[in-house]
T-cell receptor, first 113, second 115 residues
Framework: AQSVTQLGSHVSVSEGALVLLRCNYS??????LFWYVQYPNQGLQLLLK??????LVKGINGFEAEFKKSETSFHLTKPSAHMSDAAEYFC???????????FGQGTELSVKP | DAGVIQSPRHEVTEMGQEVTLRCKPISGHDYLFWYRQTMMRGLELLIYFNNNVPIDDSGMPEDRFSAKMPNASFSTLKIQPSEPRDSAVYFCASEGLAGDMNEQFFGPGTRLTVL
């Protein structure tokens, strides 16, 4: 069975600081991995996805994530946080295209001025 | 394309009443997913369809919940009778393998409150 664990339900950073949101997964098959962002009272928007191509994936809004099979991790990073990055972030795993997504519990990111 | 459309955006109802949530997926997408989001349980997949056929409904909490997809452009999630513990945000998402592979596009959600 697949699962996703996001370490830290709340992360707070200062504007301009590095953002690091942690995600570890469990999957019996090579996974597809995703990061979604949810702004208040909105649906989820895809930030980036890993589908067995390059292990370093670049997404929108300056975010990127690195797939590390040995660590079963897919951490999300951004070099410099912006106030507009404040939102909830979800890591998700899927076994295949068109398959169901299994989501982590989410990490709320706060950005202090 | 207008994206995934959900209606209503907000629904307040009383316990015991029937609730119907509606979703219009992105045109051309083959898959449609219904999710529920709560503080306690996070994001849960309820059911998903491929080419209008239900593939996995193992996440549907109980018989009070039912979902249909009569055609490629419309799906409903019905709760009858509704209970206060059904209060949540319900999201619909669609995915098309021919075009945007491996990306589920989410609607804005329906916030359901059962009193």
């Amino acid at each position: 069975a697949q699962s996703v664990t996001q370490l830290g339900s709340h992360v707070s950073v200062s504007e301009g600081a590095l953002v690091l949101l942690r995600c570890n997964y469990s999957s019996s098959v090579p996974p597809y991995l995703f990061w979604y962002v949810q702004y208040p009272n909105q649906g989820l928007q895809l930030l980036l996805k890993y589908t067995s191509a390059a292990t370093l994936v670049k997404g929108i809004n300056g975010f990127e994530a690195e797939f590390k099979k040995s660590e079963t991790s897919f951490h999300l990073t951004k070099p410099s946080a912006h106030m507009s990055d404040a939102a909830e972030y979800f890591c998700a795993v899927s076994e295949r295209q068109g398959g169901k997504l299994i989501f982590g519990q989410g990490t709320e990111l706060s950005v202090k001025p | 394309d207008a994206g995934v459309i959900q209606s209503p955006r907000h629904e307040v109802t009383e316990m015991g009443q029937e609730v119907t949530l509606r979703c219009k997926p992105i045109s051309g997408h083959d898959y449609l997913f219904w999710y529920r989001q709560t503080m306690m349980r996070g994001l849960e997949l309820l059911i998903y369809f491929n080419n209008n056929v239900p593939i996995d409904d193992s996440g549907m909490p109980e018989d009070r919940f039912s979902a249909k997809m009569p055609n490629a452009s419309f799906s409903t999630l019905k709760i009858q009778p509704s209970e206060p513990r059904d209060s949540a945000v319900y999201f619909c998402a669609s995915e098309g393998l021919a075009g945007d592979m491996n990306e589920q596009f989410f609607g804005p959600g329906t916030r359901l409150t059962v009193l």
